[in-house]
């Protein structure tokens, strides 16, 4: 038995936010960068927990500001097969994202579980995390 996992932590640093996240086999986080005016997969490829019996899970950081998007999504809404058996992808995700930023969170995750259901069946359990800093 084994698990994936995104995890997040917020401190406040004067004005920025530095964010810590750490990755258990899961999908890289999306990060909308108002700064860049883009979207950032945050990954590093580690193992899901319970894989191996002395996995390590490193942290990485960076800075975030007012407005930035993050986002965690589990592959039941990235894998959802059209009748042709392609995914819907992450890159529909991240353009979700990015076209949504300005929209209350509440919009931006309906139009993603809406974009998935009208691209095909769901199979798994479709789950996604967003949170803008303030």
């Not at 258990?24 to 108002?34: C, K, M, Q, V």
């Not at 800075?63 to 890159?91: C, N, Q, S, W, Y």
């Not at 579980?113 to 789950?127: H, M, N, R, V, Y």
């Amino acid at each position: 038995m084994y698990a994936t996992g995104a995890f997040l932590r917020f401190s406040r640093n004067s004005g920025a936010c530095e964010v810590e996240f750490a990755l258990a086999g899961h999908l890289p986080i999306l990060f909308f960068s108002t700064a860049r005016g883009a979207v950032l997969r945050l990954g590093d490829g580690s193992v899901p927990l319970g894989l191996l019996p002395s996995a390590e899970y490193p942290s990485h950081r960076f800075e975030a500001h007012r407005d930035d998007l993050l986002l965690i999504v589990t592959d039941g809404v990235v894998e959802v097969p059209d009748g042709d058996a392609k995914e819907f992808g992450i890159e529909r995700v991240e353009s979700l994202l990015a076209d949504n930023r300005a929209k209350p969170l509440k919009t931006i995750a309906s139009s993603i579980f809406e974009a998935a259901a009208l691209w095909g069946k769901q199979s798994d359990d479709q789950t996604l995390l967003l949170a803008r800093l303030s």
